[in-house]
């Protein structure tokens, strides 16, 4: 089993920044297997959408949404993903989740957070 512990949500005005984290734990035998570290978000009423992931070896994906705004990262050493999150509109606001794949066939999801962006 993996555990993920997502932070660093909260209100931010628009234009504004926040920085999401996501850190793993669990068995050694299975944190050395995580591979992607992906960032998802469900805004009420809507679908959850992917906006982000990044391989083990730090290959990077954006959705058209973020691009430009949003960076992805990871620690390897310390199992946790980060998510920085620029140029904030309120369309961005949504529970946010993240979410790991573990060689070979198993994914674990945060508890997600919730971003607001409202002036």
């Known amino acids: 089993q993996v555990y993920l512990e997502q932070s660093g949500g909260g209100l931010a005005q628009p234009g504004g920044s926040l920085r999401l984290s996501c850190a793993a734990s669990g068995r050694p035998s299975m944190l050395k297997y995580i591979g992607y570290f992906r960032w998802y978000r469900q805004a009420p009423g809507q679908v959850r959408e992917l906006i982000s992931n990044i391989s083990r070896s730090g290959y990077t994906h954006y959705g058209d949404s973020v691009k430009g705004r949003f960076i992805v990262s990871r620690d390897n050493s310390a199992n946790t993903g980060f998510l920085q999150m620029n140029n904030l509109r309120p369309e961005d606001t949504a529970v946010y989740y993240c979410?790991?794949?573990?060689?070979?066939?198993?994914?674990?999801w945060g508890q997600g957070t919730q971003v607001t962006v409202s002036a």
């Open positions: 979410a790991v794949s573990v060689l070979p066939d198993r994914e674990f």
